[in-house]
T-cell receptor
Framework: GAVVSQHPSWVICKSGTSVKIECRSL??????MFWYRQFPKQSLMLMAT?????????EQGVEKDKFLINHASLTLSTLTVTSAHPEDSSFYIC?????????????FGQGTRLTVV | SQQGEEDPQALSIQEGENATMNCSYK?????LQWYRQNSGRGLVHLIL?????REKHSGRLRVTLDTSKKSSSLLITASRAADTASYFC???????????FGPGTSLSVIP
């Protein structure tokens, strides 16, 4: 089946630094990818929709200048957490849809656990 | 914003019993998916049910969908301790659309 690969699976960074998370569709092209964030004991919340070749669409309350999204190719989207702070510590996960017409299915990456110290 | 609600929020049962989790959503959907997530880990896809389907089975899992009531249920039969996890329903409104997750049900299966 289709695979979405996310890297790194975990990262620890110092407060004030930036962290880049990669999301790749391994055996299919994805013009659209999605980024989610999950805080402990909570559900996954959509952060933004990543569109290949154009600007990302951010959900209300998500700072676009803090969470930079680049979707430069049909198989790669990146999320950069800029000037990270401890409150940005979370589980970040991406997804891409595969299918045709009305029969599509979402495939998720393994997730990235970010800890800002 | 999240699509709907799940109940119960937490469920604790004895090994061997059946577990039923319910999910409601607010808008029309293209499909509904159920996922499992072990603590601190990634998502495991369980079942996808399309809007024109009413019931699907996969092993010990049974999912129903009632589009008139905008609700779905996940039944796990003969539960095992390894089934302990959080379970999320998730919906898409159209194809190639974002997935919206419910708040999830935390299931504990006691050996």
């Amino acid at each position: 089946g289709a695979v979405v690969s996310q890297h790194p699976s975990w990262v620890i960074c110092k407060s004030g630094t930036s962290v880049k998370i990669e999301c790749r569709s391994l055996d299919f092209q994805a013009t659209t990818m999605f980024w989610y964030r999950q805080f402990p004991k909570q559900s996954l919340m959509l952060m933004a929709t990543s569109n290949e070749g154009s600007k990302a669409t951010y959900e209300q309350g998500v700072e676009k200048d803090k969470f930079l999204i680049n979707h430069a190719s049909l198989t790669l989207s990146t999320l950069t957490v800029t000037s990270a702070h401890p409150e940005d510590s979370s589980f970040y996960i991406c997804s891409a849809e595969l299918g045709s017409h009305s029969n599509t299915e979402a495939f998720f990456g393994q997730g990235t656990r970010l800890t800002v110290v | 914003s999240q699509q709907g609600e799940e109940d119960p929020q937490a469920l604790s049962i004895q090994e061997g019993e059946n577990a039923t989790m319910n999910c409601s959503y607010k808008t029309s959907i293209n499909n509904l998916q159920w996922y499992r997530q072990n603590s601190g880990r990634g998502l495991v896809h369980l079942i996808l049910i399309r809007s024109n389907e009413r019931e699907k089975h996969s092993g010990r899992l049974r999912v129903t969908l009632d589009t008139s009531k905008k609700s779905s249920s996940l039944l796990i039969t003969a539960s095992r301790a390894a089934d302990t996890a959080s379970y999320f329903c998730a919906t898409t409104k159209t194809s190639y659309d974002k997935v919206i997750f419910g708040p999830g049900t935390s299931l504990s299966v006691i050996p």
